[in-house]
T-cell receptor, first 114, second 113 residues
Framework: DAGVIQSPRHEVTEMGQEVTLRCKPI?????LFWYRQTMMRGLELLIY????????DSGMPEDRFSAKMPNASFSTLKIQPSEPRDSAVYFC????????????FGDGTRLSIL | DQQVKQNSPSLSVQEGRISILNCDYT??????FLWYKKYPAEGPTFLIS?????DKNEDGRFTVFLNKSAKHLSLHIVPSQPGDSAVYFC????????????FGKGTLLTVNP
């Protein structure tokens, strides 16, 4: 079975540019999560979806960040405009629809904003 | 304000010995706890979990202990193997319809041959 697939694996771009991160969850999983990992703050939940609907976006740092899930097999996290402090590793995870089901993570996108 | 704390950034043990990783939490609403393992350049991988109605859960070489009164959990790895060398994250959720996971900052475990 394919796991959670994220692209790109690495992204280097200049400040002010738009960045789009992509995620394909595990087939059949109805929950999708976006996390950010930094040295200072560790792994933080940004937003999660249930059946393609955003449920909790309280972790999204500011309006420059937006996430969409147009269908059950695809989600994007967009940063516009990007800033150097957005540099981090961004993870996507998916899970089945009960709290005792573990979240399965992709291998992340390492984002560097110059 | 860290609700899940892993106070040891790193731990080094000899192969064959026991590894004990610790985690403390402050939110009494947490009722489901998980451990994840992470290798460099990969995403976290689920290892083992425990519900607050239990105080122990075992899976092969891995055992998680939960002390609710102390708001403390620990992961025991016996015997430790070099392939266990990784960063271990403790995570907690409120259970029910609350799917949000709160993670600790991780402990780097090194198992020396």
């Amino acid at each position: 079975d394919a796991g959670v697939i994220q692209s790109p694996r690495h992204e280097v771009t200049e400040m002010g540019q738009e960045v789009t991160l992509r995620c394909k969850p595990i087939s059949g999983h109805d929950y999708l999560f976006w996390y950010r990992q930094t040295m200072m703050r560790g792994l933080e939940l940004l937003i999660y979806f249930n059946n393609n609907v955003p449920i909790d976006d309280s972790g999204m740092p500011e309006d420059r960040f937006s996430a969409k899930m147009p269908n059950a097999s695809f989600s994007t996290l967009k940063i516009q405009p990007s800033e150097p402090r957005d540099s981090a590793v961004y993870f996507c995870a998916s899970s089945l629809g009960t709290a005792d089901q573990p979240q399965h993570f992709g291998d992340g996108t390492r984002l560097s904003i110059l | 304000d860290q609700q899940v704390k892993q106070n040891s950034p790193s731990l080094s043990v000899q192969e064959g010995r026991i590894s004990i990783l610790n985690c403390d939490y402050t939110n009494s609403m947490f009722d489901y706890f998980l451990w994840y393992k992470k290798y460099p350049a990969e995403g976290p991988t689920f290892l083992i979990s425990i519900s607050s109605i239990k105080d122990k859960n075992e899976d092969g070489r891995f055992t998680v202990f939960l002390n609710k009164s102390a708001k403390h959990l620990s992961l025991h790895i016996v015997p430790s193997q070099p392939g266990d060398s990784a960063v271990y994250f403790c995570a907690a959720s409120g259970g029910g319809s609350n799917y949000k996971l709160t993670f600790g900052k991780g402990t780097l475990l090194t198992v020396n041959p």
